[in-house]
């Protein structure tokens, strides 16, 4: 009996370990890999800024598809279309060649040590750092998957859902309502494509051309952004700022939510409970609050599904499944 325990005490621990990320994983394996990163993403940020926003968002797409295995890194074959050709990233995500640099030179030092998966949630972190968000010590030790299929990504929320369609998408990944409000508060940062909002300005729904629950200024401004020509078609390459301020990780997404200044649908519903309200308005007043909450749900996030141990394998390539 004693025994029984004591061996299924030890098949639960070295499970137990195996599913554990760690900080400080490359300290011994490969000491450089940490500072490779922030250096290939510090370089890359100070010719295009544009890449931390960039780099974060791909790390929420990677972590919701399959979990965070380096998935929406791979590229499209002949036989195979990839989560990167999937409808909700295609020409709107970027970042990956900051990812390949610094593999490339992670691969020259350690060859087969660091996965993608990892490199990712290091970058991310370090993009979060450079738009003046807090810094957060990475857990690691994520392997890289051998599966990215386009079909996949419908795990990823649309900025068309409601406030009960993205609370249950998150909650499908193990995260919480509360979660969910402190990471949609990444839209602080960045850009998006006219065309994944303009239907709140143009073709509400059947009865309404404007979405009434935006406020009518806003409207205006983001119209003159958007506009469409005389056939009523929309330039696909036109972008516009998240906010008045795309480059720091600061609270005033927030703020705009309680002007009803949100730019997505599933922003704005943030305000349709009174719970998510209230961690809204909390938000709204102490950017520190949130940018902590941030960091918390971040941490939650970048361990979804993760795999460890034997499993998976360190692609030499991050586009490319090892063969
Ligand atoms: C309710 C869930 C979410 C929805 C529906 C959503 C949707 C979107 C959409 C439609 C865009 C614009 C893409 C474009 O047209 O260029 C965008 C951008 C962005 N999203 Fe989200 N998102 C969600 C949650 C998140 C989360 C959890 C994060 C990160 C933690 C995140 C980070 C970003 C960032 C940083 C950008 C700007 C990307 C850039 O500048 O390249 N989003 N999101």
Redesign the pocket.
């Known amino acids: 009996m004693k025994l029984t325990l004591v061996i299924i005490m030890v098949c639960f621990l070295s499970y137990h370990n195996e599913a554990t990320l760690q900080v400080g994983f490359y300290r011994d394996k490969c000491p450089f890999a940490e500072a490779i990163i922030k250096d290939e993403v510090t370089k890359s940020f100070l010719k295009d800024q544009?890449i931390?926003?960039?780099i974060?968002?791909l790390?929420?797409h990677d972590c919701f598809v399959r979990g965070c295995d380096g998935s929406i890194l791979i590229d499209s074959t002949p036989t195979n279309q990839a989560e990167k050709d999937g409808p909700?990233n295609g020409?709107?995500?970027?970042?990956f060649n900051v990812l390949d640099n610094a593999k490339a030179r992670i691969e020259a030092v350690c060859n087969g040590v660091v996965s993608c998966a990892d490199i990712l949630a290091y970058a991310t972190r370090d993009s979060v750092v450079l738009t003046k968000g807090l810094y957060w010590d990475v857990p690691a030790g994520r392997r890289d998957g051998r599966i990215s299929r386009a079909s996949e990504t419908s795990d990823?929320?649309?900025?068309?859902?409601n406030l009960d369609q993205?609370t249950q998408?998150?909650a499908k990944k193990g995260l919480t309502q509360s979660d969910?409000v402190a990471?949609?508060g990444?839209?602080t940062?960045?850009?998006?494509?006219?065309?994944?909002?303009t239907d709140r300005l143009y073709r509400f729904d059947t009865k309404m051309m404007q979405d009434p629950n935006l406020n009518p200024y806003y409207a205006q401004f983001l119209k003159l952004k958007c506009p469409r020509d005389v056939h009523g078609i929309l330039n696909q390459t036109l972008?516009v700022f998240?906010n008045q301020s795309?480059l720091l990780m600061d609270q005033s997404y927030y703020g705009n939510l309680l002007k009803h200044a949100g730019l997505?649908m599933?922003?704005q519903v943030l305000l349709d409970s009174q719970k998510t309200a209230q961690q809204a308005a909390i938000y709204a007043a102490n950017g520190l609050i949130w940018q902590a909450d941030?960091v918390k749900?971040?941490i939650k996030?970048s361990q979804i599904q993760v795999l460890t141990g034997e499993q998976g394998e360190i692609r030499a390539n991050c586009r490319v499944i090892n063969p």
């Open positions: 544009g931390a926003p960039g974060t968002r790390q929420f909700p020409i709107t995500v970027r970042g990823i929320p649309t900025a068309f859902f993205i998408s998150f969910m990471l949609s990444a839209h940062i960045g850009r998006s494509h006219c065309f994944s909002f972008v998240m795309p997505f599933s922003d941030f749900a971040m996030m």
